[in-house]
């Protein structure tokens, strides 16, 4: 009894001695002049005491030990940046605060908010970009939120350029909607992509459709009453997927879960409906931000173009090429299933020159809205009279690329609108025989009893001179799932381009 009850003092005395090495070590570190102490010895343990040795760097626990649970994967990083600002309050009292950190639950709050609708769990970080690898598979989701002017240096953009190429997404926030933010995001957008303009996204898009059926936010402004609008944010796409985002007015509030009298910014409801959207949105395209950050090669560009076909493109003004890598997966298809000798290169197409007419077929995609030039349009027009054909579609099925196709079809054409081609026509059996198609979930959602392909065309003398789907064609070449877009089935896209391929060859 004795020997059990000196036992348990020594155990006493040992606890206690480390609660003061404990103590004594928050002590020293807050001044920062503490060195942590030698590793202790390994412990002589029997067989009976332990598990079966690991291989590092797995340690393993005693089984009085709990386990905890791994930490969900970070799915959002908050950036780090800028310097303390400084406030005067009106009793001449000075505060700093840091300008990037303003919404300090935001990200918190919306990833559980998300987790609980999507069945999900991702967690937040903080990190600065001078220590990240900038790696899409480390963190998917950069994020950055604040009020005033901010810059980055060349070399963090070029990583930025790079980390969005290969499947990332950068979210800018301007926190009670200011306005130096605001402009401060929209430089580094133009550093980042001269070419791709940030775009304000479109009624359809998929972000507004990912989980909630997003119509309208509800804005709440200085001295004003709430009201309802469209929802305002801004994009710049990489293929089909938006690979940076911006919300002029504030959500990070509505993450957060708090009101104030003062800003721009979304109310609290709309504000974590859209970040739940965002959230679905990122996980399902993810996947696909990094097939297409690969970067797929024509191996014959550059060769002379001989009698082979090839693939020619029209530059317009809107997204021209929002899947590079699909026209070789089409010319492979074309390759392996018809007697047509194709040339695995690519032709960008100006209308404005004379290389559109070395091209049997061109094709034009997109998904927003775009305008031809007067001198593309009558060069269009003179291609077509002349015996050209087009094949179009509106890639993903967006609504912006196919209204404005219909309206500068009008224009090229304008005495020749487009009109169902019928399914006995031979287009549709040129080569393969085109009954029943597929297509993707979201459109069979809407259209469960659709099974036959949506074509129109314009027919100038006796033969098609232009072809045109509403659905996404291109869009599947690849094979590639995207999640939100209304497209045919990788197998169908195919079938139906071999066939335009084919057609335009033989008309």
Partial sequence: MLRRLGTAACWLVLACAALCLSAFVVEQVAYGDWEPPPPPKPSRISASEGFPPLPLPATPL????????????????????????????????????????SDTTDLHNILLTAG?????????????????????????????????????GDDIVEKLRWYLRDGGTLVGDACCGAQP????????????FPQRPLRQLPADHPIYQAFYQIENFTYQEPNKAPYTGAPNIYGIHLGCRVAVLLAPYDVSCGWAQHEHPWGFRVKAVPAQQFGVNLTAYCLASHELG?????????????????????????????????????????????????????????????????EAFKHPLLYMTGHDDFVLLDEEVAALRSYLRNGGILLADSCCGRKDFDQAFRREMARVLPKHPLEPITPSHPLLSVQAKIGKVAYSGIV??????????????ITMGGVLAVIYTPYGLGTQWDGMERPFAKCYSTQDALRIGMNAIVYSMTH
């Fill in 62 to 101: 005693r089984r009085t030990e709990k386990k905890r649970p791994p930490a969900p994967p970070a799915l959002i990083a908050k950036i780090r940046y800028g310097k303390p600002v400084w406030k005067t309050t009106d009793d001449g009292r000075r505060f700093s605060y840091l300008d990037w950190q």
């Fill in 116 to 152: 609980s609708k999507l069945q999900v769990k991702y967690r937040s970080i903080e990190l600065g970009l001078e220590e990240f690898s900038f790696s899409p598979a480390e963190v998917p989701i950069l994020y950055l939120s604040g009020h005033h002017n901010f810059t980055f």
């Fill in 181 to 192: 933010f605001t402009e401060s995001f929209k430089a580094l957008s133009l550093k980042l």
């Fill in 290 to 354: 990094r097939f297409l950050g690969a970067e797929k090669v024509y191996y014959q560009t550059g060769e002379p173009t001989r009698e082979e076909f090839v693939f020619g493109q029209v530059i317009h003004g809107g997204d021209w090429d929002p899947h590079p890598s699909g026209n070789m997966a089409l010319l492979k298809y074309v390759g392996a299933n018809s007697t047509l000798e194709v040339q695995f290169k690519r032709s960008n197409v100006d209308l404005r020159k004379t």
């Fill in 444 to 457: 069979r959602q809407s259209k469960p009893d659709l099974n036959v392909p949506v074509l129109e065309g």
